[in-house]
């Protein structure tokens, strides 16, 4: 809720919210029905860390610091649609095993998506603009929000330190990592691209999502594993390789837009 009224709500906002929750969900639709994508990204971890950015605490950032200021609205947009895919299906698909049809259990998936904070942080938004409350309560819900983000930057740096310190793993690519990292660095930022010429949107426009679609992957995914104890040291790694590559491929990817 405080993201989401520190922001504000404009239909630059929505349009890239939207592209950046509809594309993460046919990559995992895809990826699920297929037995060959299944076998490279065998568990949920995997794919999460593949298509969930860390849009909030670099991508935006990075935005702010090269794009002019009225592209910020597609910025905050993208994050929120990743944060909130994130937050409402991560924890039914890290509960969810591969086995066959699992992954469509309807009933499970509409009980994780009411139960989420996201779906609540949304209804409580919506409730807010309806009373006209959102100029009081912007600011208040602001100080808990930042509170929050802090804590789960310190357990991310914890749940690193701990993959950090054991450096005979930290740089391996066992575990189908690799593929996570071309996914979350390459492809997926390739196919934004794709589809922001074919919504034709504008080059500053295009240049904003890709750099968001192409920031490593996200401390939630690290959160999500730790809550749900699911391939914790797996998600910890690729978060940590993903942001090392990252520092050649953001660059490349901004000169090869603005270009």
Same mark, same amino acid.
């Given at each position: 809720?405080?993201?989401?009224? +520190?922001?504000?709500?404009?239909?630059?906002?929505?349009?890239?919210?939207?592209?950046?929750? $509809?594309?993460?969900?046919?990559?995992?639709?895809? =990826?699920?029905?297929?037995?060959?994508?299944?076998?490279?990204?065998?568990? !949920?971890?995997?794919?999460?860390? #593949?298509?969930?950015?860390?849009?909030? /605490?670099?991508?935006?950032?990075?935005? =702010?610091?090269?794009?002019?200021?009225?592209? $910020?609205?597609?910025?905050?947009? !993208?994050?929120?649609?990743?944060?909130? &895919?994130?937050?409402?299906?991560?924890?039914?698909?890290?509960?969810?095993?591969?086995?066959? #049809?699992?992954? /469509?259990? &309807?009933? +499970?998936?509409?009980?994780?998506?009411?139960?989420?904070?996201?779906?609540?942080?949304?209804?409580? @938004?919506?409730?807010?603009?309806?009373?006209?409350?959102?100029? =009081?309560?912007?600011? &208040?819900?602001? @100080?808990?929000?930042?509170? @929050?983000?802090?804590?789960?930057? $310190?357990? @991310?740096?914890?749940?690193?330190?701990?993959?950090?310190?054991?450096?005979? $793993?930290?740089?391996?690519?066992?575990?189908?990592? +690799?593929?996570?990292?071309?996914? +979350?660095?390459? =492809?997926?930022? #390739? !196919? %934004?691209?794709? *589809?922001?010429?074919?919504?034709? !949107?504008?080059?500053?426009?295009?240049?904003?999502? *890709?750099?968001?679609?192409?920031?490593?992957?996200?401390?939630?995914?690290?959160?999500?594993?730790?809550?749900?104890?699911?391939?914790?040291?797996?998600?910890?790694?690729?978060? /940590?390789?993903?942001?090392? %590559?990252? %520092?050649?491929?953001?660059?490349?990817?901004?000169?090869?837009?603005?270009?």
């Amino acid at each position: 809720m405080g993201l989401l009224l +520190k922001a504000g709500i404009s239909i630059d906002l929505i349009h890239s919210a939207l592209t950046a929750f $509809i594309t993460i969900s046919f990559f995992i639709l895809i =990826i699920n029905s297929a037995t060959s994508l299944k076998n490279i990204f065998p568990n !949920f971890s995997l794919q999460l860390a #593949g298509l969930i950015g860390n849009t909030s /605490f670099l991508g935006i950032p990075i935005a =702010i610091a090269l794009l002019p200021t009225d592209t $910020i609205n597609f910025t905050i947009g !993208f994050d929120l649609g990743t944060t909130m &895919f994130s937050w409402i299906f991560g924890p039914y698909l890290l509960q969810t095993t591969n086995e066959n #049809g699992a992954f /469509f259990n &309807f009933k +499970k998936l509409l009980i994780s998506i009411l139960n989420s904070p996201a779906s609540r942080g949304i209804i409580g @938004v919506l409730i807010i603009y309806l009373f006209g409350l959102e100029k =009081i309560l912007e600011n &208040f819900l602001w @100080v808990p929000a930042r509170f @929050v983000i802090n804590l789960a930057i $310190i357990a @991310v740096g914890a749940r690193l330190g701990i993959i950090i310190k054991s450096k005979e $793993i930290t740089y391996d690519h066992k575990d189908k990592i +690799k593929y996570s990292l071309l996914l +979350k660095l390459f =492809i997926l930022p #390739g !196919f %934004i691209y794709l *589809v922001c010429l074919i919504l034709n !949107f504008e080059k500053i426009e295009t240049t904003a999502l *890709v750099l968001q679609a192409g920031t490593p992957s996200a401390i939630s995914t690290i959160l999500l594993a730790e809550a749900y104890k699911k391939q914790r040291e797996l998600a910890a790694k690729t978060l /940590f390789q993903t942001t090392i %590559i990252s %520092i050649a491929t953001i660059p490349l990817m901004y000169l090869l837009i603005s270009n």
